[in-house]
């Protein structure tokens, strides 16, 4: 499975930026999508998080700011971020379970996008 992250980049506080993470390769399903970002010294934190069925999850940081939306025929998720603050600067990584079939039967794998850089400037 490859994920393909696009839409970082720099904008001024008060802002908006849309990533977009595309998966492809061979599956039988996405379910959850999500994305995280790397704060510097610390394990990845969730920023959003998507279920199959539309389910929604944000920390309260992001909370009426960044809207996480996936389009299941494309095997597609967004990050709409809105408002955004200097310290959301971050690298935002996509993030996927994929379940494979394997001959022993279906499993699902955690995959991870590459990073996308966003640059909040005050």
């Known amino acids: 499975v490859q994920l393909q992250a696009s839409g970082g980049g720099l904008v001024q506080a008060g802002g908006s930026l849309r990533l977009s993470c595309a998966a492809s390769?061979?599956?039988?399903?996405?379910?959850?999508m999500g994305w995280w970002h790397q704060v510097p010294g610390k394990e990845r934190e969730l920023v959003a998080a998507?279920?199959?069925?539309?389910?929604?999850n944000y920390p309260d940081s992001v909370k009426g700011r960044f809207t996480i939306s996936r389009d299941n025929a494309k095997n597609t998720v967004c990050l709409q971020m809105n408002s955004l603050k200097p310290e959301d600067t971050d690298v935002y990584y996509c993030?996927?379970?994929?379940?494979?079939?394997?001959?022993?039967?279906?499993?699902?794998?955690?995959?991870w996008g590459q990073g996308t850089l966003v640059t909040v400037s005050s």
């Open positions: 390769g061979s599956f039988v399903r996405i379910n959850a």
């Open positions: 993030r996927v379970g994929a379940v494979e079939q394997t001959p022993a039967g279906l499993y699902e794998y955690d995959y």
């Open positions: 998507i279920t199959r069925s539309g389910s929604v």
